[in-house]
């Protein structure tokens, strides 16, 4: 089961709609869950470009002015709806999920930012769930964070946050771990950052571990095999497998990030140092330092492109195994993008 959620701050720009579009089709999307639509009205031209096609069904709360709307929309040849629960903060659609036993609640939520209505929500959807059996989904914009490091930049408000947790366990929910960036909210100027946005699932539904690939380039690179040892020679208060298994993976995708930031800043400064001897060559008052730094540096970029190119072409095996003949054009731009960078663009001679 494939589903996205995201808090679209209004959808009248037609360029918002297309990205959520786009996603929807990348991802196989079958349940797309939208908050804060700011829909006063019923704009079925707006649901349908936000889809991408005729072949969906929706569930909605409209917004009381500029503020809030939760809309939900799924595919009625995967998810078949029972039954339709709607409130300014939450659309909860039960339904069947083709392939899949029991009855499925999608609780698409989005929280007021008021802390008593916040806490009313939450024993509004526990009251729900106790009345209700079935296989729980609880995704959204909660406006809320359960701990201390989920924000930056703002004020912790303790209290909320103890409410929030309780909520979670006496709700019997599993809060899957997100991939991708660590907050899901972050003001304009990155001064104030929050991780809001989550999914909660029954604590009996196995929806499996997030996956994790791995690059053979890591292997490549200075200082991958010491970060491997160092950390899985750690000893942390409960060493079962599955525990240093996941530290590991989040040591390797900070160290990743850090090292690609850095190589992609070394890469340019490479280009522009480059740039700079082959002009004073142009010249002739190229010293022998600088022609051996020349041979030295277009080394050390040859080494950080296959490096790239490595990665390209393990993404692009593991997409023809999954999608075969269809993942040729994925493969061919690939390709050309990199025909393209190593293109020479034009000739300048005597200044023209």
């Excluded at 950080?304 to 061919?332: L, P, T, Y």
Aim: with cysteine.
């Amino acid at each position: 089961m494939n589903i996205l959620s995201i808090n679209i701050r209004g959808g009248k720009k037609r360029r918002k709609r297309v990205w959520v579009r786009d996603m929807c089709f990348k991802h196989g999307i079958q349940f797309l869950g939208v908050q804060e639509t700011k829909m006063e009205k019923l704009e079925p031209f707006r649901i349908k470009c936000m889809w991408g096609n005729f072949c969906f069904e929706y569930a909605c709360s409209l917004s009381r002015g500029r503020s809030g709307g939760i809309l939900s929309i799924w595919d009625p040849n995967v998810l078949t709806k029972d039954q339709i629960w709607c409130s300014d903060n939450f659309v909860i659609m039960k339904g069947t999920w083709s392939g899949h036993s029991g009855d499925y609640f999608l609780v698409n939520i989005y929280s007021p930012q008021d802390p008593i209505a916040k806490i009313h929500l939450w024993v509004q959807l526990l009251e729900f769930k106790s009345q209700n059996d079935g296989i729980y989904i609880f995704f959204g914009d909660f406006n809320e964070v359960r701990s201390e490091e989920d924000r930056y930049g703002t004020l912790f408000n303790v209290h909320g946050a103890t409410a929030f947790n309780t909520f979670i366990s006496d709700a019997g929910l599993h809060d899957l771990p997100l991939g991708g960036r660590r907050y899901s909210w972050m003001n304009k100027s990155g001064s104030k950052m929050s991780l809001l946005d989550r999914f909660l699932v029954s604590s009996e539904e196995d929806f499996g571990p997030i996956p994790f690939k791995f690059f053979n380039s890591w292997m490549t690179r200075d200082g991958f095999k010491e970060l491997v040892e160092r950390v899985w020679n750690t000893e942390c208060e409960n060493d079962r497998l599955v525990v240093k298994l996941r530290k590991l993976k989040m040591e390797i995708k900070n160290w990743i990030g850090e090292v690609r930031d850095d190589e992609k800043g070394r890469i340019n400064a490479i280009k522009l140092r480059i740039d700079e001897i082959e002009g004073k060559m142009d010249r002739s008052c190229a010293s022998l330092e600088e022609l051996d730094e020349r041979t030295r540096i277009f080394g050390e970029l040859n080494d950080c492109i296959d490096r790239e190119e490595m990665d390209v072409i393990q993404k692009a095996r593991v997409k023809w195994d999954i999608e075969g003949d269809e993942n040729s054009g994925f493969f061919h731009a690939m390709i050309n993008h990199k025909r393209s960078e190593g293109a020479i663009k034009g000739v300048i001679l005597n200044g023209e």
